[in-house]
């Protein structure tokens, strides 16, 4: 982080992200936005301002909006999936990976630590290294760091998550969504809403999964950003090709090319996505508004309670690839 600002590389300011991070009304938050929109660039940004390990004052000097008593306050644990949807080992290996990262970082606060804490803590880290090992072995791995931290240095520890939806999209590859998903909740409810150890957990990803129930989601799903510069949609290229993008029937895919050669209004959307449970023309709209390829806007309520919003193909860029994805192969359908 330090690095670009001091060589005076052209950046856009994201700080106003550590402004809306610290006044959350919940524990964890988490930030939805397109690929390829700076989510990792955002994340690595509040981890220099929290990490108490860090001295940061050069960087963020000039912010008079950002407290400086929050600056260098908290011991941060960061896990980063950014890149690991498409893993070959599976999302497991992804996660145990991260994981066994934070444990080499942090190793050195069990040196005087109770004798307990420091067999658990070797345990964890050969399960960490152990390919056979399941997610379930490790699952309070994210909290029992958390609390060796907050031991420590004696303060509450932030965590910070990037890409937190890239195993699962891995998971779906792989054939072990339901159950790879079941035991990630359960590590990320253990962390980010039951350990009494940890104050503030900060999340991106392109799509809500799911995650503890007190998590709040921002920005709202009518204020998701659109990928408006035309060589990013090459730079995204890669995701449109993920199996859950398939449109797996000639009636689904004919329904929905006639919704978006409409105008679009009073659509139901949801925004927590189920990659198993993409079954109706309105999942996969969601699933669109999620990668950036639709705008929603004018959200409301209709005369049944459900939350409906107004699309629209944000650019041509956009058009060009909903096309493609519409476009039935040759053997594609049954």
Do not use: W
Not at 26 to 36: E, F, G, H, M
Not at 314 to 334: C, D, M, R, S, Y
Request: with cysteine.
């Amino acid at each position: 982080m330090e690095k670009p600002i001091l060589s005076k590389q052209y950046l856009t300011d994201r700080t106003m992200f550590i402004e809306k991070v610290l006044q959350r009304s919940a524990r964890a938050v988490l930030i939805t936005r397109p690929p390829k929109s700076g989510k990792t660039t955002t994340l690595n940004m509040l981890r220099e301002f929290l990490d108490i390990t860090q001295d940061s004052g050069s960087i963020f000097q000039n912010l008079n909006r950002i407290p400086a008593k929050e600056m260098n306050s908290s011991p941060v644990i960061c896990l980063s999936f950014s890149n690991t949807a498409d893993n070959p080992y599976g999302p497991v290996h992804t996660v145990k990976r991260q994981l066994f990262r934070e444990y080499r970082k942090y190793s050195f606060v069990t040196k005087n630590e109770d004798p307990a804490y420091q067999e658990k803590f070797s345990i964890y880290l050969r399960c960490m290294l152990d390919s056979s090992t399941p997610l379930s072995h490790i699952i309070d791995a994210v909290s029992f760091l958390a609390e060796l931290l907050n031991r420590y240095y004696g303060k509450s520890t932030a965590v910070l998550i990037d890409e937190y939806d890239a195993p699962v999209i891995n998971a779906y590859s792989f054939g072990c969504y339901a159950e790879f998903l079941s035991e990630y909740e359960i590590m990320l409810s253990s962390a980010l809403k039951t350990s009494e150890s940890v104050h503030l957990a900060a999340l991106t990803g392109t799509n809500y999964i799911g995650g503890p129930d007190n998590m709040i989601v921002y920005p709202s799903f009518n204020e998701n950003n659109t990928i408006q510069a035309q060589h990013m949609y090459s730079d995204i290229s890669k995701y449109f090709c993920e199996p859950f993008f398939k449109i797996h029937t000639e009636s689904l895919r004919s329904d929905l090319i006639q919704i978006l050669s409409s105008n679009m209004e009073e659509i139901p959307l949801r925004q927590k996505i189920r990659f198993d449970h993409l079954t109706s023309i309105y999942d996969y709209l969601s699933l669109y508004v999620n990668y950036g390829l639709l705008t929603a806007e004018n959200h409301r309520k209709d005369e049944f309670g459900y939350d409906v919003y107004d699309l629209q193909i944000p650019n041509p860029e956009a058009g060009k690839v909903l096309k493609n994805i519409l476009t039935p192969l040759p053997h594609q359908f049954p």
